[in-house]
């Protein structure tokens, strides 16, 4: 009789224990194989408009592909594109002095992520970070041996953040700090008065600012204060942009980088050898998303507004639940604590059975960091009827649960 062969001994590289994953792309996963079994499921857990591409950038795409822009570019993107990407910028944000020299263009925005840890981050440098906030800044700080200091977000104020809770975290050890404004849970938004401060502090410590501003079209009451309105700061600089939200573009994986040029040669190597570059011919149709017709960009951010005070208004019809309206973005980020800490249950829990006996696909606030706990996170990038559908689960779901 023939011994049987020995078991195959994985060796996976220690950085990969406890990297965790995003929790979106993880309950959808689950959701879709509900509906495999005939269930009928309420999408609020993904970040991802609902709407398809606006026409005129599909077209543009389509001419590109008719034109020849099959091949290889430049990694940092091509040259035209992106001196027309920091046109975009300039206008955009309302700045000068950007140009193509400082701007990359890359295969969707969380490459940006994590090829700005790559370059910045050695093992044992401070990296601070909101709590909660989008988990693939905590995987590139986990991925190059970054040690992760969490700055709380707290209901209370909005979702900004405390100056002397900011001030204590900062040291000598501080590289980087990852921030998102509109943001990526709660829809909070910083002012200018926030992105000041965090300059002042980087230019006594000598770190660096991630600004991921995608969301800033999605600001509803006022204006988006950007890290580019910081006057001379661009050194300490990498702000992030991209397609996917504004112009419904999250398969096309099209972002870009606006930052000096010392850190434009420093990620266009690390483009180089991750993924020699990005698509030509989405290259041209995001100048088009960027410079050409608007129309399509605007009835989506229409939309989410309206789509905002029907969750948020319907989730503070609930008895228990409370849920401030967001500034940016598009999620809502109810407080439910009443139904998990005060019934010693976990948002994680209350998640998974909201979306199992209810048909409700969310997050917890978890999936986002331990200050989340007690809350979930939903998407409005769905339609109003789908939207209701959801609350009126909801509401069947907390009058069970009270």
């Known amino acids: 009789m023939e011994a049987a062969k020995p078991m195959f001994a994985h060796r996976i590289a220690e950085r990969m224990q406890g990297c965790g994953t995003e929790g979106a792309f993880v309950v959808l996963a689950e959701a879709r194989k509900l509906e495999a079994e005939g269930r009928e499921i309420v999408h609020l857990q ?9 026409r005129n950038i599909i077209d543009r795409a389509h001419w590109a592909l008719d034109n020849g822009w099959t091949h290889y570019s430049p990694s940092a993107g091509i040259l035209e594109m992106r001196e027309r990407y920091a046109e975009f910028v300039c206008k955009q944000y309302g700045v000068s002095g950007i140009s193509g020299k400082n701007i990359v263009i890359m295969p969707g925005a969380k490459p940006i992520c994590f ?18 906030t ?19 977000l707290k209901e209370e104020t909005g979702f900004r953040f ?27 938004v910083l002012t200018r008065e926030d992105l000041e401060y965090i300059a002042e502090l980087a230019r006594r410590h000598n770190f660096y600012v991630f600004s991921d501003e995608i969301y800033n079209r999605f600001v509803y009451e006022g204006d988006h204060a950007s890290i580019l309105h910081v006057p001379d700061f661009l050194d300490h ?21 606006v930052s000096s040029e010392e850190m434009v040669k420093h990620l266009t190597v690390l483009m180089t ?6 698509s030509s011919f989405t290259q041209i149709a995001g100048e088009e998303a960027l410079l050409g017709d608007q129309s399509g960009a605007e009835e989506i951010i229409a939309r989410f507004k309206m789509r905002r005070s029907i969750i948020v208004d319907g989730l503070n019809s609930i008895p228990g639940v409370s849920c401030a309206m967001p500034a940016g973005a598009f999620y809502a980020f109810p407080n439910v604590k009443e139904y998990t800490i ?36 939903f998407s409005y990038a769905n ?12 509401r069947e779901a907390f009058s069970r649960l009270a």
């Open 162 to 188: 405390d100056h002397d809770e900011l001030a204590a975290l900062v040291s000598d050890k501080t590289k980087l700090f990852f921030l998102n404004s509109p943001q990526n849970p709660t829809g909070g």
């Open 342 to 377: 005060k019934q010693d249950r976990t948002s994680q829990q209350l998640q998974r059975l909201l979306l199992h006996e209810y048909g409700v696909a969310c997050l917890a606030g978890t999936c986002f960091g331990p200050m989340g706990e007690g809350y979930l996170r």
């Open 273 to 278: 050898n991750a993924n020699s570059c990005t």
């Open 115 to 132: 090829l700005t840890g790559l370059a910045l981050i050695d093992p044992g440098d401070e990296v601070i970070l909101f709590d909660p």
């Open 383 to 394: 339609s109003k009827e789908n939207i209701e559908k959801g609350l009126e689960r909801l």
């Open 237 to 257: 600089t990498i702000m992030l942009d991209g397609h996917s939200k504004t112009y419904a573009m999250t398969g096309w994986r099209l972002g870009f980088s």
């Open 46 to 54: 993904i970040g991802e408009p609902d709407f398809d591409t606006p």
């Open 134 to 152: 989008y988990p693939a800044y905590d995987a590139a700080i986990h991925l190059t041996g970054g040690i992760a200091k969490r700055l709380p």
